[in-house]
């Protein structure tokens, strides 16, 4: 955690790109580390040595981890006005340039390059105003890899418990290699159909070391954690006993006749940044509860 | 680790096997999306397309590229993307250019194994996203072609230095690591 002196907003969120850019989060790193103490397959072995190093470099050489920058998703809580939509835009034009950042965002239809991962829609931010004194902006950058391997059901209330368990374990079992496994899955279960799949990648946020209070959710990551390691599936699909490094489920109250379940796998390269302003000051990190 | 040299024979690429991890150098072009339509569409309209992809060593990435002062393009990171975005395209891309390695990430379609084994060309599985390790096997881009396309999807060749690590993942007989670990998953 760094504490720094106010910047304007622009600056703290050029910072937080290019922290999220260049150092893998610490939780996601430990994880890392300790999955290649239990690793016995050697071609798996290759793999999460390859990625390591390639994050010991990346944070060296100040370079961006992995060339999918992605789309960064921004999420603001607490107290803000309007105008730091702007800030967030500039920001990403200016990263964009300066880290640099590869260009992804493109027209749907005609499929153009903007240049500056903006265009219509973008920067993609969620607003979550509470009563606080502070304003916290978090990041992540979501590479398509990943995110294409998003899928969200409507299970009827009577596939219960099992449906929804089976549900998460094939998403992550047909995704196979695409995702960059090992990585984190993000579960939503309940809400509506476009709260659900907001609240599972919003799951990825949290930190892999974050103790999920809920008694019946943390039986439920750590089952699935389980099992979607036993498969065999392992990093990058290559085959061995590291195909995750946490689960992370998120709940809210749904419609008597409805199950929504989402799922959005967040790769090996979960990048995230947040900073808190409070008052004059900057609190960085490199997660948040959302 | 196995160093290999392209561009690479019909027999080196029959000598490597399943599961063994090299590393590449020599000529290496990058060709995602974008290049698989252009480069067929060129063919069935008699244009010409850029000589690097003959007998290829084609790399699935859309790199990040910065310039540099004499106008040469400089990698800052260039990781393998999902090369199942490729499989309908690339069984008569391989037959087409004589392609003898893929490097990409993923995997590919039982077709594209089969124009595999036909050609004679291997695919070879980079670590996802290990965009720094690679970028250092890459260095600085020898020409570029069609960078109206934009920079991800631009046909961008490099002479590489132990571009690698890479797994051999599908070998030229069409066998494929994915395919060996899928039918073992242990599914309850
Ligand atoms: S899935 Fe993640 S690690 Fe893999 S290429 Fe995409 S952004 Fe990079």
């Known amino acids: ?38 690793e016995r397959n050697p071609t798996a072995q290759s793999q999460l040595g390859a990625i390591m190093e390639n994050v010991r470099k990346a944070e060296h050489l100040g370079k961006p981890m992995c060339q999918d920058t992605g789309i960064p998703i921004f999420y603001v809580r607490g107290k803000f006005d309007s105008s730091i939509a702007d800030d967030i835009a500039e920001a990403v034009r200016n990263s964009t340039k300066n880290i640099p950042m590869r260009p992804n ?11 500056n991962n903006l ?40 596939d219960g418990m099992k449906g929804v ?3 998460i374990f094939e998403s992550v079992i047909d995704a196979g290699g695409r995702p960059c496994p090992p990585g984190i899955v993000g579960v939503g279960i309940g809400g509506t159909a476009d709260e659900c799949t907001a609240m599972a990648k ?61 799922v959005n796998i967040g790769c090996w390269a979960t990048r995230r940044a947040c900073a808190k302003i409070m008052g004059d000051k900057v609190e960085y990190s490199q997660g948040a509860v959302l | 680790m196995k160093y290999i040299e392209a561009p690479l ?34 063919v069935d309209e008699g244009k010409e397309v850029p000589g690097c992809l003959n007998g290829a060593v084609l790399y699935h990435c859309g790199p990040i590229m910065k310039q ?37 990430k993923g995997g590919m379609s039982k077709e594209v194994c089969n124009a595999m084994k036909e050609v004679g060309c291997v695919y070879l599985a980079a670590t996802g996203g290990a965009a720094v390790t690679y970028a250092e096997g890459l260095s600085v881009a020898s020409n570029v072609d069609w960078l109206d396309l934009g920079m991800p999807e631009a046909l961008w060749q490099f002479n590489t230095n132990k571009l690698g690590p890479l797994v051999v993942a599908i070998d030229a007989e069409g066998n494929s690591l994915y395919e060996q670990v899928r039918a073992n998953l242990k599914l309850d």
Not at chain 2, 35 to 41: D, F, S, Y
Not at chain 2, 77 to 102: V, Y
């Open chain 1, 202 to 262: 919003r799951a990825l946020m949290e930190p892999l070391d974050y103790e999920e209070p809920d008694e019946e959710i943390r039986q439920m990551e750590e089952d699935l954690f389980v099992r979607i390691n036993s498969s065999g599936l392992g990093p990058m699909g290559l085959g061995g006993d590291t195909t995750v490094l946490g689960v992370k489920i998120r709940k809210a109250a749904c419609h008597t006749a409805s199950l929504p379940v989402a």
């Open chain 1, 105 to 115: 965002t493109v027209d749907p239809i005609i499929r153009t390059n903007f240049g």
């Open chain 1, 165 to 167: 368990m089976d549900f």
């Open chain 2, 68 to 104: 540099i002062e004499n106008g040469k393009w400089m990698v800052v990171a260039a990781g393998p993307t999902t090369s199942a975005r490729m499989n309908k395209l690339e069984p008569r891309f391989i037959k087409e250019f004589g392609i003898r390695a893929i490097i990409g």
């Open chain 2, 9 to 42: 024979s019909e027999k080196d690429v029959r000598a490597l096997k399943l599961g063994e991890i090299v590393a590449v150098t020599g000529p290496v072009c990058t060709g995602r999306d974008e290049v698989h339509i252009r480069a067929l569409e060129y």
């Open chain 1, 1 to 38: 955690m760094v504490i720094k002196l106010l910047e304007p907003t622009v600056e703290v969120v050029e910072n937080l790109l290019r922290v999220a850019n260049t150092k893998l989060p610490a939780d996601i790193g430990w994880a890392m580390e300790a999955a290649a103490g239990w």
């Open chain 1, 119 to 158: 265009g219509n829609g973008m920067p993609c931010i969620h607003f979550i105003p509470t009563k606080d004194d502070f304003t916290e902006i978090s990041v992540m950058l979501k590479g398509a890899g990943s995110e294409n391997m998003t899928r969200l059901k409507m299970l009827n209330p009577a």
